[in-house]
């Protein structure tokens, strides 16, 4: 009994520290977001995509195609429920190797009777990818205004560096597919704001499992 009642505790205070711990990350996510965008531009962080500087032009006139290393990219998208857009696309996937440049293109079109205004994030799949991914020119972070029933064509001109096929641990994952995900928000932060009582109920039940007890009822 000793045993069980100590497991619930020490449960119970998992969950409390991991909601805790929820809280700090949005908080300082909503008081920092420009840092983060700089911050993993720069690093490739969390699959977050290198920000083509001066260097990296310099790297990308000397370089040449790593033909051994064939790649394939993917793209994907999604749209956060309060923009009426559709997001996608134009082409699925392309295959290319690294130290080749990519220009692929994205369309978005305004589905409301309003003028809608959103603002795109992204990343890149695998995590440890990002670093290797780097964009020369790209429309994320960049607000787009769209009238009713408007359409735009946004590319994305990007190429994944040579260093890419030496690296040790996506040589031993076997990593020949790389996605690069944008997601669309309503830049009206009243719109796309989080629902935290909500947010906070999904991670309670991810903790303790009630998530997967629904799916098996």
């Not at 995509?49 to 394939?72: D, N, Q, S, Y």
């Not at 996605?179 to 989080?194: P, Q, W």
Request: charged share 25%; glycine share 6%; net charge negative.
């Amino acid at each position: 009994k000793q045993w069980y009642q100590r497991r619930v505790r020490g449960k119970r205070e998992g969950i409390m520290m991991s909601v805790s711990l929820l809280f700090l990350m949005l908080g300082i996510s909503a008081a920092c977001v420009p840092l983060y965008k700089i911050f993993c531009s720069a690093t490739g962080y969390g699959g977050t995509t290198k920000k083509h500087g001066k260097e990296a032009e310099e790297k990308l006139k000397k370089m040449g195609p790593v033909e051994w290393r064939p790649i394939t990219v993917s793209f994907t998208s999604m749209v956060n429920p309060c923009l009426d857009w559709s997001f996608e696309p134009v082409v699925d996937t392309v295959e290319l190797v690294p130290g080749e440049t990519c220009l692929a293109f994205f369309t978005a079109k305004n589905n409301s009777n309003e003028v809608l205004t959103g603002i795109s994030t992204y990343n890149v799949i695998p995590y440890e990818a990002g670093s290797y991914f780097n964009k020369i020119q790209c429309f994320c972070f960049d607000e787009q205004t769209l009238h009713p029933g408007e359409e735009l064509d946004m590319p994305v001109f990007f190429y994944i560096d040579p260093e890419f096929a030496l690296d040790p641990d996506l040589i031993r994952d076997k990593c020949d597919n790389v996605v690069l995900h944008y997601t669309f928000y309503n830049t009206d932060e009243k719109e796309s704001r989080f629902d935290i009582p909500e947010l906070v109920g999904r991670v309670t039940s991810m903790i303790t499992g009630e998530d997967k007890k629904q799916d098996a009822i």
